[in-house]
């Protein structure tokens, strides 16, 4: 495996997004960490960088990408990854993550995260392209189970194999979303624990903890609702599995106040903590 | 199948032009069904509609008011002729100003004012965020537009009042720019003196025959306003 360094960041994390900038500076309730959509600030000045220079001056800043479509075709974006690098060596961001999807095809992006086919050609593709983001980031790369609506046509193994297959080739982290397990254990049937497990989870760099909603029938990964119970059972099950990674708790639809994103971040936290141990969230020894 | 033959048969599902049940004749089944496939081309097609809603709300409101109905119609117009392909979600609107003038050249839009708003939209946008280039950064803080409709007026005409009538046509200059201090996005509308001055700082020596009338004070005055306006740093010297 790589040598995957400690990361920093520990306890529950939450996404620095625009309706929160003028606020999350003055803010005296507890924040353990950061997380930016890289994309929003590669090549830009202004207010928005202003503020996360700010930010990270007081807590460490991680980036996760979408947009590098790292089971896509075509070259990475030169000049985006070199503008990513750069913000991630300002930041001092010790690994990268982003999706295990493809974004685009012949140069048309489509600004979602598209599940590939689970074959074993897909499997080596991603894990050549994750190989060479790496080298060129400098870093350790992480890569999200997303959620997918369906499986793709000729797949010929499970999601969790897929992961599995892409993470152990590419010799990589990964970056498990734990609502995302249980998203597609809702959409395609099974046991939401049965699917955890089938994820390499001992190359957990870090958890996502999110909501979602209900639409015709099938849940749909938003992150714009509270954290449901069922989500809550596969974090305690990955928490025990995993142990103290940092977790982000994600909401970027339907943002609400700093405040109430804050109140699901402590719930999380406190179920971290009940988990690991009290103190486990600041990064206690004694935890 | 092969990951260029996936590639190949999704494209067009995903971007619209086949159906699911295309795909699934061309690779083979899926256990979930064309429905949950043909689910990729409903959330791709949202993401678009998603990015240009949020960058451009009153122009959207403004066209629904005139033209009752066309937003979806002039969406789905603009992702065929103009398909995403930059990283930056935002970029996807870089072309939509272009794409109301050629529906207006055809005879599909009836005003200006909406190709001009989506430019000066999309303007302070690229401005709010756009990176500092030079001691002035004009390139990426500054932007000056010359519009044929008081587009700036309309604009914030528009936020007081979304009943606002269309605007009759009258030239007005406008700087669109990131105050260099406090990053707030702010207009201008510069006098003939303000244009020379922002030529001057930009090294422009030519100046066309408009500005050969202006003295030095009229210059040194128009630079100290826009100075104070956040529109130039104060020079070195």
């Known amino acids: 495996m790589r040598n995957l360094a400690p990361p920093k960041p520990h306890g529950v994390g939450i996404g620095l997004r625009p309706p929160h900038y003028p606020e999350i500076l003055d803010t005296p309730r507890r924040i353990d960490w950061l997380e930016i959509v890289p994309e929003n600030f590669v090549h830009t000045a202004g207010a928005a960088m202003r503020t996360l220079r700010a930010c990270a001056e007081r807590w460490q800043v991680i980036a996760h990408g979408v947009s590098l479509s790292l089971g896509g075709r075509e070259p990475f974006d030169a000049d985006y990854v070199r503008g990513l690098k750069a913000l991630l060596d300002e930041l001092g961001a010790p690994y990268y993550t982003d999706h295990l999807c493809y974004a685009a095809i012949d140069g048309v992006a489509y600004h979602d995260l598209l599940p590939l086919p689970f074959t074993d050609e897909a499997a080596l593709h991603c894990a050549g392209r994750i190989r060479e983001l790496a080298d060129r980031l400098e870093r350790p790369v992480g890569i999200e189970n997303i959620s997918f609506y369906a499986v793709m046509p000729g797949s010929t193994m499970t999601h969790g194999e897929f992961v599995t297959a892409v993470a152990e080739e590419a010799d990589c982290a990964l970056m498990l979303d734990v609502n995302n397990v249980f998203v597609n254990a809702r959409n395609h049937g099974g046991d939401p624990l049965e699917w955890l497990r089938a994820l390499p989870l001992h190359r957990t760099i870090q958890m996502h903890i999110a909501g979602h909603i209900e639409e015709d029938g099938r849940l749909v990964d938003n992150h714009g609702r509270p954290i449901v119970p069922g989500v809550y059972s596969v974090f305690r099950e990955a928490l025990q599995r995993v142990g103290a990674v940092p977790v982000l708790l994600e909401w970027d639809s339907d943002i609400p106040s700093l405040d109430r994103v804050l109140d699901e971040a402590d719930a999380a936290r406190a179920v971290y903590d009940e988990v690991l141990g009290p103190g486990a969230s600041s990064g206690s020894d004694a935890a | ?237």
Do not use: C
Request: net charge negative; proline share 8%.
């Open chain 2, 1 to 237: 199948m092969t990951l260029d033959a996936f590639y190949r048969a999704m494209a067009p599902m995903l971007e619209g032009t086949a159906s699911p049940q295309v795909v699934i004749d061309t690779l083979g089944p899926t256990p979930s069904g064309a429905e949950n496939l043909g689910f990729y081309s409903t959330l791709v097609e949202r993401n678009h509609f998603k990015i240009l809603f949020e960058l451009f709300p009153i122009l959207r409101a403004l066209l629904l008011r005139e033209h009752p109905g066309s937003w979806p119609k002039i969406v789905r117009q603009y992702r065929a002729t103009h398909p995403a392909t930059h990283w930056d979600p935002n970029r996807f609107a870089e072309h939509f100003s272009e794409h109301l003038r050629a529906m207006r050249e055809r005879g599909a839009l009836d005003h200006p004012i909406y190709e001009e708003l989506a430019d000066l939209v999309y303007l302070r946008q690229r401005v709010y965020s756009g990176h500092d280039l030079g001691p002035d950064a004009y390139d990426g803080r500054v932007v000056v537009r010359q519009y044929s409709h008081p587009t700036s007026d309309y604009y914030f005409a528009l936020h007081e009042d979304p009943s606002a009538p269309l605007p009759q046509a009258r030239p007005q200059v406008v700087f669109v720019y990131r105050h260099a201090q406090d990053h707030a996005l702010h207009h201008f509308l510069p006098t003939a003196a303000g244009l020379a001055a922002l030529a001057r700082r930009q090294g422009i020596t030519d100046l066309p025959p408009m500005f050969a009338a202006l003295g030095e004070a009229q210059l040194e005055d128009a630079d100290r306003a826009l100075v104070e306006h956040g529109v130039f740093t104060p020079r070195a010297d």
